[in-house]
């Protein structure tokens, strides 16, 4: 007799409608909505919009402090993710959930905590000071915010595959004599390599678009720390939607490229797992 497997949830039908209506009032509709508001400026001018001096600029500010701090993410993420996986030490089990702090805070919160410790007047900043370099309403504070609220993608991602590793193979390079530098290079990273270019791009996406954290510590000044967000915020408040949604269409299509991109990684480095 053929046994029959018994579905926790309703039938295919009825559970990809509900699927559909989540996706279509979450993503679908809000995305369809910026195609529609940049669908009543002809070409000409979205280019004018978004070849203003003052959106190029916030564009370099944006992706160029995001891509930064994505890269300082994704070495000390890989570290911190060792420590947490490789030791044992007190409060390890506080210290793994303090890495999920940056999602569960409000990024406004994050901002103003980061902007009075790393301003001239503040713990951090003052220290700086004494060799002339200044933290806060500089690229540097930006830099400094984002790595706080990216750091736990990519730490998320590697330590899965930290804790599944077979420690099998680094012994085994040990015994044939093997530095520790060479067993980290030719042995842990291409297995960890996937997930850290997933938790980069994660972070990458995050650090682009993010609003809350970084506005109080940019100091907002044109062509310097004025970041894109704030751009759009500013076309918003103006009720200039058409030009606020063309600059939001640029960051979703590249936001849209990073997954593609996130996803084909993933999906190789799946199918590499599935040959071997």
Not at 26 to 50: G, N, W
Not at 164 to 184: C, H, T
Request: hydrophobic content about 55%.
């Amino acid at each position: 007799m053929k046994k029959v497997n018994k579905r926790v949830i309703p039938g295919f039908g009825l559970s990809m409608g509900v699927t559909l209506s989540l996706l279509s009032i979450i993503v679908i509709i809000p995305l369809a909505s910026l195609v529609v508001f940049t669908s009543q400026m002809s070409l000409s001018d979205i280019l004018k919009t978004i070849t203003r001096d003052r959106v190029v600029a916030s564009f370099e500010v944006s992706f160029l402090t995001a891509f930064i701090a994505s890269a300082i993410n994704a070495v000390m993420g890989v570290v911190l993710a060792w420590v947490l996986v490789r030791y044992d030490f007190p409060f390890k089990r506080i210290v793994d959930g303090m890495i999920e702090l940056p999602f569960a805070l409000p990024t406004a919160v994050a901002g103003i905590a980061l902007t009075s410790l790393t301003s001239d007047q503040g713990i951090i900043g003052k220290f700086f000071a004494k060799f002339g370099i200044k933290i806060a309403y500089t690229r540097i504070g930006i830099v400094v915010a984002l790595v706080f609220i990216g750091i736990p993608f990519v730490v998320r991602s590697v330590q899965p595959v930290l804790e599944k590793l077979d420690g099998s193979f680094e012994e085994a390079a040990g015994v044939m004599g093997a530095s520790r530098a060479r067993i980290f290079r030719k042995v842990i990273f291409p297995e960890i390599r996937p997930a850290v270019f997933t938790g980069f791009g994660l972070a990458l996406g995050r650090c682009i678009g993010e609003y809350g954290s970084v506005v109080f510590i940019a100091g907002n000044m044109p062509f310097k720390t004025e970041i894109t967000p704030l751009i759009i915020m500013s076309e918003l408040q103006e009720y200039d939607y058409a030009s606020a949604t063309a600059i939001a269409l640029v960051m979703l299509l590249f936001a849209f490229l990073l997954l593609f991109a996130v996803n084909l990684i993933q999906s190789r480095n799946a199918k590499i797992l599935k040959g071997g």
